[in-house]
């Protein structure tokens, strides 16, 4: 038993699920309606299901995030690709109110299917861009992904005009409020990313090049991986993850902000990934513990939120805890407070 | 006379298992020292406990008839011990003397020395230089210094602190024959001065030429300790197999010549690359090993990197099958039966975090390309077959392949070229840094490939086995082609078509 407990506990996702588990148990021990799950209005309503559903585009982004940086690159231009895709959507899906016949009817400028992939595709285009300068430039990742952190925000605003555009289309909204068999629609979204991309990883080979290209890109040339094109279709990928995530976050606040959509969600990201096992120095990644981490970071902000910590230092409150975290994640320093720990104990025996 | 360093009685448990058991090592003042052993005999290990980078579990080491006890290399270093590792772990970045003094500049000004005395620190880095033999310009960016010259600053930083022991781990294994001379003659001037030099090498014959005695280490044991002049060859092997070794020469025979009227299976037509390689005239058949000769920098391996579309050509044509190719990457040549084993094992060989499975079979998955997968029992399979056929020592066939030893890491890329069942195998230096018996095994590998039809194209730096294994050698020198000698050509003969062209120049 002991044996097998100790087995789990090497386990590379075992200290990520023990984070989330404390972090909904604080939750649950300040709020008394956390862990409550009901029907209501057709669909399943509580505080966890709405942190899923909150979830939703950071999951994404991480799940895009991970594979870039298993392959030793970084993207901080997620962000900025958010604010793109929701942008280019809420462009052509139109903020035009028409009136017939006395009753206000909703139209979209271009039909909604092409709205959702031009915007999908042009976000894919920009994480192209950044594979592009990754691999055949030859550019630093985060120095190539800041151009188009920095650029991408003019460019939502070029789209939108520099104004915020306010989406009036019904059926757009059903992405990132609406409900399938009970559950946020947005929750299918992701879990069909998921699967499709471990699918991928697990029935192809693209999980081991990845891994090889992160951990030694020039023997993977050699050995003929095709080295360039793992990196710029990852990139591609992340590119597109984002452009989904922005559809969702555009359609759940019914608008699209080229200035503030997706802000310092590529720093969440990152983050998420990190807590979820995957070095930031590439090769081995985890997208289960990836999905893991960005439910660790949403249901902190969360709990920040519903403890009522004053919104003037929620954002420290939120550097401790995710400091605590990583420390705790650290084999090291477990490996030296357990010294520390027992030292005294050892000493007590011989007395 | 005393020795100035000894050690009795060392044990060293890793886990469980005895790496060292009852080790013992005498260092005199005025005297090289070799330390031999095949790879995982335990000579790394009882170094680093010698240098304090592991403790040991058990034992007794004395300097100068005083107990010591190094903690980390820095303490070693403190009691006169130090070390200049294989790799040479400088700074590329900054100067000569920078790396020379790096952590102890000489200080001057006010504040006991706040400012770092530069005019002082250069000083001493020539007179240092100076003593083991080089003189060069000590602010120029020792990234911009050879290989050879890096491993000289290595060891004039060793010899900054007041040693009394210098211990040379395989100092020689990417200096070519000119440099490896220089450094023995500073050993020699070292030895003089009174130095105890411990030095640790695969070659046989510079244990030879610089050694006074012999230690030989066996599976973590001690074997015994011989002045070198009455240890032979023959029973140096011995004594580092454990076993009767015949005599190797001409046990590994290349078989007759290959049929001249075969047609090449690639040839290359004035192929170079300006500043790399002077335009070369090449062919290699099916079933023949084309041994490449030279000294180190002659442009063996970028040659090699030309043939692998490493590098692009920038002039002439290399044909496969008589028709004309351009291989733009790694890839390609792959797609025309091309196969690799890189001088480079960590840096271009390797992937070291990944299984020796996913190593195996990486090269073949790629040719496959990404979406005819194979599955994890078809890779176990791949794997577990040549484990067992080239003798791959591991423990399983999921343990991370950096783990293994040298030996054991080269024989894992040469499967993963088997694998992809290439017709031309390209071996750069496929020997280098393993255990003689490891060696012999790849040899006989080779020709045991080449029988079975296989074209091998064999780059080695040690003479004697180019001439073993060789059906044809093609003799390079200062990046060009020099002449062609048949197989069976006695090494002077080689030496002697690389000398000729010396008086030539």
């Given at each position: ?13 075992a200290?990520?699920v ?7 148990a604080?939750?649950?021990a ?8 009901e029907?209501?209005g ?11 559903n909150?979830a ?9 995030m ?6 030793r690159g ?5 962000g ?19 009136v ?6 909703h ?14 595709a042009?976000a894919?285009?920009?994480g ?6 990754v ?17 991408g925000r003019?460019i939502a605003?070029?789209?939108t005009?520099?104004?915020?555009i ?5 059926p757009?909204?059903?992405?990132g ?18 699967v499709?991309l471990y ?7 693209l999980?081991?090049f990845?891994?090889s290209v ?8 050699v050995?003929?991986v095709?080295?360039?094109a793992?990196?710029?279709g990852v ?6 993850c ?6 969702l976050?555009?359609s ?5 902000d ?6 310092l ?15 930031l120095t590439?090769?081995?990644?985890s ?6 981490g ?10 920040i ?6 919104p ?11 400091f ?7 084999a ?18 011989r007395a | 006379?005393?020795?100035?360093l000894?050690l009795?009685?060392?044990?060293k448990?890793f886990?469980?298992v ?6 013992q ?19 790394s ?6 240098t304090?980078?592991l ?6 080491m004395?300097l100068?008839?005083?107990?010591i ?14 070390t ?6 400088l700074c ?31 000083r001493r ?17 020792l990234?911009s210094?050879?290989v050879?010259?890096?491993q000289?600053?290595?060891i004039?930083?060793a ?23 220089k ?12 130095m ?5 090498t695969?070659f046989?014959?510079q244990v030879?030429?610089v050694?006074?005695?012999i ?14 002049a ?8 011995s ?9 190797t020469a ?9 049929d001249a009227?075969?047609?090449a ?5 004035g192929?170079?690359?300006t500043?790399?390689?002077h335009?070369?005239?090449?062919n ?5 090993v084309?041994?490449l000769?030279?000294?180190l ?14 590098e692009a050509?920038?002039?002439g044509?290399l ?8 291989l733009a990457?790694?890839a ?9 084993c ?5 840096t271009?060989?390797i992937?070291?975090?990944?299984s020796?499975?996913e190593?195996i ?5 790629a ?11 078809e890779?176990?399979?791949l794997a577990?077959?040549?484990v067992?056929?080239?003798?791959i020592?591991c ?8 783990l ?5 890491q080269q024989k894992?890329?040469i499967?993963?070229w088997?694998?992809t ?13 393993i ?16 029988q079975?039809?296989?074209?091998v ?8 086995e180019?001439?073993r294994v ?5 003799v390079?020198r200062d990046?060009?082609?020099v ?8 090494e ?14």
């Amino acid at each position: 038993m002991l044996k097998h407990f100790s087995m789990l506990m090497k386990h590379r996702l075992a200290w990520p699920v023990i984070t989330l588990l404390l972090l909904l148990a604080v939750n649950a021990a300040f709020n008394d309606g956390f862990l409550h799950i009901e029907w209501r209005g057709g669909h399943l309503y509580g505080s966890l299901i709405d942190i899923l559903n909150r979830a939703a585009p950071l999951m994404l982004v991480s799940l895009g995030m991970t594979l870039v940086i298993a392959t030793r690159g970084i993207d901080i231009s997620v962000g900025a690709v958010v604010a793109i895709a929701a942008a280019l959507a809420a462009w052509m899906i139109g903020g035009a109110l028409v009136v017939v016949d006395g009753v206000a009817t909703h139209v979209t400028r271009f039909p909604m299917p092409l709205a959702l992939i031009a915007a999908v595709a042009v976000a894919a285009l920009c994480g192209l861009w950044n594979g592009m300068l990754v691999a055949r430039v030859g550019m630093q990742p985060i120095i190539a992904t800041l151009i188009l952190m920095v650029a991408g925000r003019g460019i939502a605003q070029l789209i939108t005009n520099g104004q915020i555009i306010t989406i009036y289309y019904g059926p757009y909204f059903f992405l990132g409020s609406g409900y399938l068999l009970g559950l946020p629609f947005s929750l299918f979204i992701v879990a069909a990313v998921f699967v499709a991309l471990y699918l991928a990883i697990t029935r192809s080979a693209l999980g081991l090049f990845i891994q090889s290209v992160g951990i030694n890109p020039e023997a993977s040339r050699v050995a003929g991986v095709k080295a360039r094109a793992i990196i710029v279709g990852v990139y591609a990928f992340c590119g597109a993850c984002a452009g989904v995530a922005g559809l969702l976050i555009s359609s759940n606040v019914k608008s699209a902000d080229g200035n503030n959509a997706g802000q310092l969600i590529e720093l969440d990201a990152i983050l998420a990934v990190t807590l979820g096992g995957t070095l930031l120095t590439g090769g081995k990644f985890s997208l289960v513990g990836s999905m893991i981490g960005a439910l660790i970071i949403q249901t902190l902000t969360y709990a920040i939120y519903s403890l009522g910590v004053p919104p003037e230092i929620n954002l420290v409150v939120k550097a401790v805890v995710v400091f605590a975290v990583m420390l705790m994640q650290s084999a090291e320093f477990r490996d030296s407070i357990r010294a520390l720990v027992q030292k005294p104990a050892r000493g007590e025996v011989r007395a | 006379m005393t020795p100035i360093l000894e050690l009795s009685g060392i044990d060293k448990q890793f886990a469980g298992v005895n790496a060292l058991r009852d080790v013992q090592l005498r260092l005199f003042p005025g005297e090289i020292h070799a330390l031999m052993g095949q790879n995982g005999a335990g000579k790394s290990t009882l170094i680093k406990v010698l240098t304090g980078v592991l403790e040991s579990s058990r034992g007794d080491m004395r300097l100068a008839g005083e107990a010591i006890r190094p903690r980390s290399p820095l303490d070693a270093q403190k009691l006169g011990i130090s070390t200049v590792y294989q790799e040479v772990n400088l700074c590329p970045n900054l100067s000569v003397a920078e790396n020379v003094f790096a952590g102890r500049y000489p200080r001057c000004g006010a504040l006991q020395g706040f400012r770092i005395d530069w005019a002082e620190v250069h000083r001493r880095a020539r007179e240092l230089l100076a003593r083991i033999g080089l003189e060069i310009d000590v602010t120029q960016l020792l990234g911009s210094c050879s290989v050879a010259v890096q491993q000289l600053v290595a060891i004039a930083r060793a010899l900054g602190v007041e040693s009394k022991v210098l211990i040379l781990d395989e100092p020689t294994s990417s200096l070519d024959d000119d440099e490896v001379q220089k450094l023995f003659a500073v050993l020699r001037r070292l030895r003089g001065e009174g130095m105890a030099i411990l030095f640790i090498t695969h070659f046989l014959n510079q244990v030879y030429a610089v050694s006074d005695r012999i230690t030989v280490l066996r599976n973590g044991q001690w074997v015994g300790e011989w002045p070198a002049a009455e240890l032979g060859p023959q029973a140096l092997i011995s004594a580092m197999l454990g076993r009767e070794f015949a005599a190797t020469a001409g046990a590994a025979a290349p078989m007759a010549a290959a049929d001249a009227h075969t047609p090449a299976l690639l040839q290359t037509t004035g192929l170079g690359q300006t500043g790399h390689l002077h335009p070369i005239d090449l062919n290699v058949r099916a079933g023949e090993v084309l041994g490449l000769a030279g000294l180190l920098g002659a442009g063996r391996t970028e040659l090699a990197r030309l043939l692998f579309g490493l590098e692009a050509p920038d002039s002439g044509t290399l044909s496969i099958d008589g028709k004309n190719v351009r291989l733009a990457n790694p890839a390609d040549a792959v797609e025309h039966g091309l196969a690799l084993c890189p001088e480079e094992r960590k840096t271009d060989g390797i992937v070291g975090e990944l299984s020796v499975r996913e190593n195996i079979a990486l090269a073949l998955q790629a040719r496959q390309g990404v979406r005819r997968f194979m599955s994890h029992a078809e890779q176990t399979a791949l794997a577990e077959k040549f484990v067992k056929s080239l003798g791959i020592k591991c423990t399983n066939v999921e343990m991370p392949i950096g783990l293994l030893s040298g030996g054991n890491q080269q024989k894992a890329m040469i499967a993963r070229w088997l694998a992809t069942d290439p017709r031309l195998l390209i071996l750069d230096e496929p020997t280098r840094g393993i255990d003689v018996a490891a060696k012999q095994e790849i040899m006989d590998e080779i020709l045991r490939l080449a029988q079975a039809g296989m074209a091998v194209l064999f780059i080695s730096s040690e003479m004697s086995e180019v001439v073993r294994v060789s059906n044809r050698i093609a003799v390079l020198r200062d990046r060009r082609k020099v002449g062609e000698l048949p197989g069976g050509s006695s090494e002077a003969a080689v030496y002697e078509l690389i000398a000729a062209e010396h008086e030539h120049a």
